[in-house]
C-alpha cells in the first residue's frame, strides 16, 4: 500500500497515546527534523504501522497491535511535545 | 517495545446510513447517523471498520465532508483495488449500518477563529475536507476570503461540481485539469505548477493560510510550491493520502 501520512493513522494514535496526536511536534533522532506528526510518513502494512522521518526516512515510531493492546516503539524520536510547547 | 494498553477513549459504534448519493461515477458521499456524536471540526476524519463474516477487520480513515453542525457525511472515492472503498462506494445502502469512530485528528482542521485568507488546494478526493471548510465558512458567515484551485483527471472527475459552480460569498473556484478537459474548456490544464500557484494562490504578504490535500506528489509540489512563493511552512498544512488517491 502506498504511504499516507500521519493525519490517517489518528485514530490509533489516540488507542496508543490516549490523546489527539496528530497537531504534537516530533523530533527525529536521526536529522533532528521538526515536524507534527501528521506531517510524517506512514506506511501500514499488517500487522504494524512504521511511521518514517519525512526528511532522512529514518523509522520514527512503530506501532503493532497485539489483542487490546498495542507495542509502541519511539526510539527514532529525540521528542515528542505538545504543540504549545514549540513556541 | 513498551507495551500500552488501548485507553478507550474513542469508541467504536455503530451509525445507520442516511443516504447514498452518487457524485462521480466512482465517488460516493454517504450519510451517517451515529447514536453518539459529540460534533466534528472543518477537517477531521473519521474512521470506518468493516468485518468480514470469517472475523477479518479493515479499517480506513475517511474525512469528514460534511461542515460542523450539518449530518455527518463522508465521501467515498471507489478503488478498485480496495478492500473497503468498494464496498462503500458500491455496495453500501441507505439504511444499512456502518461500524466508525470519530471525530479524528487535530492538525488539518480549520476555524474561522484562524483567519486567512485561505488558500485551498485539492488534488482528486483531496477536496473533501476542504469542501467541509468552505461550508463551514458560509454556514458561520465568516469574511475569511477563500481561493480553491482544484486538480482533477478531468471536468467528469470533479467532486461536488455543481456545489461549487454556485458562488460562495468571497470564495473563488478554479480548476486544473489533468488528463481530458470537455469541449470549448477555458480553465487552466496540466499538472499544479509554480507558475499556476502563483496566479490562483494568495499572494504571501497578505499573511495567508493553507490548506492542501491530495494524492502524495500533489501535495509535495502544492506545498513547495507556496514555500517557494514567500509562504511560512508553518502556514501551510498539509494531507495525503497516497499515490493513487486511496480514500
Not at chain 1, 72 to 85: H, I, K, N, R, T
Not at chain 2, 79 to 86: R, T
Not at chain 2, 173 to 183: A, D, E, G, I, W
Not at chain 2, 190 to 217: D, H, M, Q
Amino acid at each position: 500500500m502506498d504511504p499516507i501520512d500521519g493525519n490517517g493513522i489518528g485514530g490509533l494514535l489516540i488507542d496508543a497515546f490516549g490523546k489527539e496526536m496528530t497537531a504534537v511536534s516530533s523530533t527525529c533522532a536521526t536529522c533532528g527534523a521538526r515536524r507534527p506528526v501528521a506531517e510524517l510518513v506512514v506506511y501500514q502494512r499488517a500487522p504494524g504501522t512504521v511511521v518514517r522521518c519525512r526528511t532522512c526516512g529514518n523509522v520514527v515510531m512503530m506501532l503493532v497491535k497485539r489483542g487490546d493492546s498495542i507495542d509502541v516503539d519511539l526510539s527514532g524520536l529525540a521528542s515528542l511535545g505538545q504543540p504549545d510547547e514549540d513556541a | 517495545m513498551e507495551r500500552t494498553a488501548v485507553s478507550g477513549r474513542l469508541s467504536w459504534q455503530v451509525a445507520a446510513v442516511v443516504s447514498v448519493t452518487w457524485e462521480t461515477a466512482s465517488v460516493a458521499t454517504i450519510q451517517l447517523d451515529p447514536p453518539d456524536w459529540a460534533g466534528h471540526r472543518a477537517g477531521q476524519h473519521l474512521d470506518v471498520r468493516l468485518t468480514a463474516e470469517d472475523g477479518y477487520v479493515a479499517e480506513r480513515s475517511y474525512s469528514i465532508a460534511s461542515a460542523p453542525g450539518e449530518q455527518l457525511a463522508i465521501t467515498v472515492e471507489r478503488l478498485e483495488d480496495g478492500e473497503v472503498s468498494p464496498y462503500l462506494a458500491g455496495e453500501l445502502r441507505a439504511g444499512d449500518e456502518l461500524e466508525l469512530r470519530g471525530p479524528i485528528g487535530g492538525y488539518f482542521v480549520w476555524e474561522p477563529g484562524d483567519g486567512g485568507p485561505l488558500t485551498l488546494l485539492a488534488g482528486g478526493s483531496g477536496v473533501v475536507p476542504l469542501r467541509s471548510m468552505l461550508r463551514h465558512r458560509v454556514n458561520t458567515a465568516s469574511d475569511v476570503p477563500a481561493r480553491l484551485l482544484y486538480s482533477s483527471r478531468g471536468w467528469e472527475d470533479v467532486i461536488y461540481r455543481d456545489e461549487l459552480g454556485q458562488h460562495h460569498d468571497g470564495a473563488r473556484v478554479s480548476y486544473t485539469l489533468t488528463r481530458s478537459r470537455p469541449p470549448g474548456w477555458t480553465g487552466h490544464t496540466g499538472r499544479i505548477n509554480s507558475a499556476l500557484l502563483a496566479e490562483v494562490a494568495w499572494p504571501a504578504k497578505t499573511n495567508p493560510l493553507a490548506y492542501i490535500c491530495g494524492p502524495t506528489s500533489f501535495v509535495e509540489t502544492a506545498a513547495a510550491g507556496l514555500v517557494e512563493l514567500g509562504y511560512p511552512p508553518e502556514r501551510v498544512k498539509t494531507e495525503r493520502f497516497g499515490a493513487t488517491g486511496g480514500r
